[in-house]
């Protein structure tokens, strides 16, 4: 069921993004969207639960069910969040009330969905019984893999973007250059690699990835003076190596 469960999550997250984006470029309602994207959630659920990993179908119902909330929840627009009385008090002071306002809670928010989330997949995880066919553990990887792309890329994100406001809480710091090039990429194929290299047991190999990394990164984090790209460096690295060990844990008991 963990598999399952990891399998439809990941994909609702991607979902997520073709949704977005398919409503912004082709004026696409979101009921639409969303139903759309409950279908794919609920066909994968039914092919994958029933043929293939034999669960019973209270579980794959279970399983398909929190993957649609989860897209639910993940597609609420910012306009929503606006209309909150906090948003609302700070909308009579200026138009950048509110924008300034929902950029410092939103990934808050995110973060919390997401560990709430990630609780929802340990407790399943230990109620459940692991299956331990080989069709579980494939699941299971495919899940982790796609989730290990752009919906851990967004993850890393909201975790930079409270680290950048809790530096600015405590100094003034310029916000010019701060960002490391190249990380939307280079995230996710770290975190991939990563993840196989532990699958079959290479833990020398994958010290040599960090290390790499470090090196590669060493001219671009030594010429700030300010040491922003450093702790974002930091930051950002032990964000993606978690989720990827995570990733790992999970298939193994799956």
Same mark, same amino acid.
Do not use: Y
């Given at each position: ?7 439809? *999550?990941?994909?609702? =997250? ?20 969303? *139903?759309?994207?409950?279908? /794919? ?7 994958? #639960? ?34 909150? +009385? ?11 009330? +509110?924008? $300034? ?5 939103? +990934? ?16 399943? !995880? ?6 331990? =066919? ?7 990887? &495919?899940?982790?893999? &796609?989730? *290990? ?26 916000? @010019? ?9 280079? #995230? ?13 047991? !290479? +833990?020398?190999? &994958? ?19 300010? #040491?922003?790209?450093?702790? $974002? ?6 964000? @993606? ?7 790992? /844990?999970?298939?193994?008991? =799956?």
């Amino acid at each position: 069921m963990t598999a399952l469960l990891v399998l439809l *999550l990941a994909v609702a =997250s991607v979902l997520d993004s073709c949704v977005r984006v398919g409503w912004k470029l082709r004026g696409l309602r979101l009921a639409a969207g969303l *139903l759309a994207a409950a279908s /794919v959630l609920t066909v994968l659920g039914v092919l994958v #639960g029933w043929p293939i990993l034999h669960l019973r179908g209270g579980g794959v119902v279970a399983v398909v069910l929190m993957s649609v909330a989860w897209l639910c929840w993940d597609l609420v627009p910012q306009r929503w969040w606006a209309r909150l +009385p906090g948003s609302r008090q700070q909308s009579r002071l200026g138009s950048e009330g +509110p924008r $300034e306002d929902l950029s410092h809670v939103l +990934p808050l928010v995110r973060l919390a969905c997401t560990a709430l989330l990630f609780l929802v997949v340990a407790v399943c !995880a230990l109620v459940s019984e692991p299956l331990g =066919s080989r069709a579980a553990k494939v699941a299971a990887a &495919v899940g982790v893999a &796609v989730f *290990l792309t752009a919906p851990a890329n967004r993850i890393v994100s909201d975790i930079l973007a409270v680290a950048r406001q809790s530096s600015r809480k405590n100094e003034k710091q310029d916000d @010019s250059g701060a960002s490391m090039r190249g990380g939307r990429w280079i #995230g996710p194929l770290e975190r991939i690699l990563i993840l196989l290299l532990a699958s079959v047991e !290479a +833990p020398a190999a &994958v010290a040599a990835i960090v290390a790499a990394k470090g090196v590669i990164r060493f001219p671009e984090i030594s010429k700030d003076e300010a #040491g922003q790209k450093a702790e $974002e460096f930091l930051i950002g690295s032990f964000a @993606s190596w978690i989720l990827a060990v995570l990733g790992a /844990v999970v298939i193994h008991v =799956s």
